[in-house]
């Protein structure tokens, strides 16, 4: 019974260890990387009207994916309430209910861990996202 407490409890670090990789040091990059999507998408309607894409999508390696299954809710809220904040500093106006979409990609990515999309859906949850794969 001792083995398989120190077995399991081994296997909580290390999952611990890979969520703290991608929620703490990589959601810097993420958080990041969905500014930068947010800012580069925004469209001057006026002088005091700004409006931003509000669904997200990020696409990460089946690995990291697999790996986060159970806690991606989670780090789907933090992403959001992220970008959350930063449209509200910047005074965006948000095409509709904001969401940002946690999924795995079957495709070769970019930086080899993840890619981030955005579009204007003015009424969207995070479950209705059109399917962008072949």
């Not at 806690?71 to 959001?80: I, M, N, S, Y």
């Amino acid at each position: 019974m001792g083995h398989l407490k120190r077995w399991e409890q081994a296997l909580e670090r290390w999952q611990d260890g890979l969520l703290a990789k991608v929620v703490h040091r990589d959601p810097v990059e993420l958080v990041d990387a969905l500014r930068g999507e947010c800012d580069t998408h925004a469209v001057v309607c006026s002088q005091s009207r700004v409006v931003v894409p509000n669904a997200y999508e990020i696409e990460l390696t089946r690995s990291v994916h697999k790996e986060l299954l159970r806690r991606v809710g989670e780090v789907g809220r933090a992403l959001t309430d992220s970008l959350a904040r930063h449209g509200e500093t910047r005074g965006y106006e948000w095409a509709g209910p904001l969401t940002v979409r946690v999924t795995t990609s079957s495709a070769q990515l970019p930086n080899g861990r993840y890619r981030v999309a955005s579009r204007a859906m003015p009424h969207v949850r995070a479950d209705a996202f059109p399917s962008t794969r072949d």
